[in-house]
């Protein structure tokens, strides 16, 4: 079966850097399966905002920067940019009960596409009733 799925912050900041020791074993199992053409992860403009802060501040390093990783990544076929959509900021409004902002319109975008959330994060996604990968 093949992996349809939207990418918390930390989890493609984990994938970035390939730091696959720190994503749980289902994540691993969804990035590895994309990467072999079975399925496509759907990456939300505030995942990628957050990835570009978090390699300005100097907490990762990507040996190209942001934006040639990001033209690699999606020119791979495999991953895709989600644009913040006024559905998702409607959607986000049902999600008060998960207090952070940005947490908050990443599990709108996956409940917008209606795909599991790549996320340690368990508290988001039973706030959100979304599947959780991780």
Known sequence: MAVLAVVDTHAL???AVQEWNKLGR???RAFRE???GNGAIFVPALVLA???EAVHRGQIQLPDG???WGRRLFSSGRFFPVDLSWE????AEELYVIPERGDRLIAATALE????LITRDPEIAA???LELIW
């Open 13 to 15: 900041i984990w994938y």
């Open 26 to 28: 289902q994540a691993q």
């Open 34 to 36: 994309v990467e072999a």
């Open 50 to 52: 957050e990835l570009s």
């Open 66 to 68: 942001v934006v040639r």
């Open 88 to 91: 998702t900021v409607q959607r």
């Open 113 to 116: 596409l209606g795909y599991p």
């Open 127 to 129: 706030a959100a009733q």
